[in-house]
């Protein structure tokens, strides 16, 4: 019983070009709820900008967000799985890489994002599953 990426990726995710002005980005963001936006010119993702690029490239270097582009602060050389990838397999690429974000991908095309976030509510749920199978498979026949 594996989970794959392509069935728990969140196809739901913040896109936006990478003229976008960071200060305007960041209203989004913080109107979506998210904590990342992924830069793309509506086909091909360029780079990722989180709440660290924030910190660390405007904030703390003392920019005016509303002068910077978030293609100026993403981060590029996106992380990606393919869709078939089992969810072990994406954690630890995770874990290895330092990220807590990974896109997924089939044929080239974004299915969707998974979060470190994505990771944990999946795990207890396949933890289950996993512990059901066992009992069964360990239980006397009848």
Partial sequence: MVLFAK?????????????TNALDAA??????????????????????????????KVIAEGKDASQVSIGEIMTTGLITVKGSEGLESVAKIMTERGVRRVLVLHDDKILGVITSRTILANLGEYVDQVSTTIARLQAPPS
């Fill in 7 to 19: 069935d728990v990726a969140e196809p739901a995710f913040l896109s936006l070009p990478r003229t």
């Fill in 27 to 56: 209203k989004i963001m913080k109107e979506k709820h998210q904590g990342f936006v992924i830069v793309s010119d509506g086909v091909v993702p360029e780079g990722i900008v989180t709440e660290w690029d924030y910190l660390s």
